[in-house]
C-alpha cells in the first residue's frame, strides 16, 4: 500500500506560524506521472508496485461524510504453533466526520492492530472497519490518508530533502508540485537547516519531524499520527498542538494515539480508551477550540480558610488545609486565585492533580485488570 500525505497551503509573509492553515483542493496527477514512473519510486521506498490503483480519486470527495466506523472488530494473530493471541476483541467504534479522536491505553492494549485494520494493512478476524460507507482497505486505495507511523522507518542513506520528494512522487503529487510542497512542509516543520543531511545523521527529534513533514505533503481528509510527539523537545510539541489545532476542519478527520494523556486532552473531542483489545471508555474532553484542558489543581491555604468557597465554588476540602479544585485554563485560575488573596487568604502552594482523562483513564485500565 502506498504511502499518502497531506499538503497545506505556505503561509504568506509576515503571517505568523500559529496563523490558521488553509485547506487546498484535492489534487490529481500529471498525466506525465506514469504508472510506471510511480512503481519505480515504490521500488526505490521499498514497496511493493500497486498496478492499476489511481494516484488520487477523480472524484470530489469533499462534500463526502466520511465517519469511520468500527463494527464489532476482532482480530487474532495466529503462530505456526497454532497458538493465538486476542489483539482485538468485540470493538464498536464510530468516528464522526471532522472529529479528533484520541486513541489512548496501556502498551499492548491494541492500538497499533487497530490503526493497522483502519490502514487496510491488516485484515479483521471478525467484523468491519468502514470509512465512508465502504472497506478501509478500498477506501485508501482509491483515496488515501496521511499517516505518521509510531517508528519513522526512511532509507537512512537517503537525505531528508530527498525522501520528501521520493515520497511526494510515490502519494501522486504532480511533477509541476512537488518542489513548492516539499518546502512548504520543509518550513512548517523546522527542517531547512536539516533538508540536505543523511537520515540516518538526524537526531530522534528531526527524524519525528520529518516523519510528520511526509504525513502533511498532501491534502488528504483523514490523518492518522502514531505516537506524534515522541521525541520532541517541549518547543516543538508546543509546536505541534499548534499544528493541529490549525488542522481542524468540519470535512477533516484526525485521529491522534499517544500515550500523552495531557496532549490528547489539550487536542481531541474525544478519547476512545483501549486496554485488552476492548474499548473501556469512550471518554469526551469538552473542548472548546482554543480552549486549555479541564485540570485539578491541590491549593494548599495557610490562613482564610472561610474565603475558600467564594473563589472555588467546587473545592473539595481534604484536610490539613488543602483544597482540590477543577478549572477549564489557567486563566481561570489565576483569575480565582488573585480574588482569594486580595481578600486576605495566604495560598502556600499550588500544585497540578491528575487531569480528568487521567483520572478516567487510572479507573478504566484497573477496572480491566
Request: hydrophobic share 40%.
Amino acid at each position: 500500500m502506498r504511502s499518502r500525505a497531506q499538503i497545506l497551503r505556505p503561509r504568506s509573509a509576515g503571517q505568523s506560524a500559529g496563523s490558521r492553515l488553509a485547506r487546498l483542493p484535492r489534487l490529481h496527477s500529471d498525466a506525465a506521472q506514469s504508472r510506471a514512473g510511480r512503481n519505480e519510486v515504490h521500488r526505490q521506498c521499498g514497496h511493493r508496485p500497486v498496478a492499476g490503483v489511481p494516484a488520487t480519486s477523480d472524484n470530489d470527495d469533499s462534500a463526502t461524510s466520511l465517519v469511520i466506523e468500527f463494527k464489532n472488530v476482532g482480530k487474532i494473530y495466529k503462530s505456526l504453533l497454532g497458538n493465538s493471541v486476542r489483539a482485538v476483541e468485540e470493538f464498536s467504534l464510530v468516528v464522526g466526520d471532522g472529529e479528533i479522536l484520541g486513541i489512548a491505553g496501556p502498551n499492548g492494549a491494541g492500538k497499533t492492530t487497530l490503526i493497522a485494520m483502519m490502514l487496510g494493512y491488516l485484515r479483521p478476524t471478525t467484523g468491519t472497519v468502514e470509512i465512508g460507507g465502504i472497506s478501509a482497505r478500498h477506501y485508501v486505495e482509491r483515496n488515501g490518508i496521511g499517516y505518521m507511523s509510531e517508528l519513522i522507518s526512511i532509507n537512512p542513506k537517503w537525505r531528508a530533502q530527498t525522501a520528501l520528494v521520493r515520497y511526494a512522487t510515490l502519494a501522486g503529487i504532480s511533477d509541476a508540485e512537488v518542489s513548492r510542497r516539499v518546502d512548504y512542509v520543509v518550513e512548517l516543520l523546522g527542517l531547512a537547516e536539516h533538508r540536505e543531511k543523511k537520515v540516518k545523521a538526524l537526531s530522534k527529534g528531526n527524524l519525528q519531524r520529518l516523519g510528520l513533514a511526509q504525513a502533511l505533503l498532501r491534502d488528504e481528509q483523514i490523518l492518522v499520527l502514531d505516537e506524534p510527539t515522541h521525541g520532541l523537545d517541549p518547543v516543538w510539541t508546543q509546536r505541534f498542538r499548534d499544528i493541529v489545532d490549525d488542522l481542524r476542519d468540519p470535512q477533516r478527520t484526525i485521529i491522534i494515539a499517544s500515550h500523552n494523556l495531557d496532549e490528547l486532552q489539550r487536542l481531541a473531542d474525544r478519547v476512545a480508551i483501549i486496554d485488552r483489545g476492548r474499548l473501556q471508555r469512550l471518554v469526551s474532553t469538552g473542548y472548546e477550540h482554543a480552549a486549555p484542558a479541564i485540570t485539578r489543581f491541590r491549593v494548599t491555604i495557610v490562613s482564610g480558610h472561610e474565603l475558600v468557597r467564594a473563589a472555588f465554588p467546587h473545592a473539595e476540602d481534604v484536610g490539613r488545609g488543602e483544597y482540590d479544585v477543577t478549572v477549564r485554563s489557567i486563566q481561570e485560575l489565576n483569575a480565582a486565585l488573585a480574588n482569594l488573596i486580595s481578600k486576605g487568604a495566604l495560598v502556600a502552594s499550588v500544585v497540578p492533580e491528575r487531569s480528568v482523562l487521567e483520572q478516567q483513564f487510572r479507573e478504566a485500565v484497573g477496572e480491566s485488570q
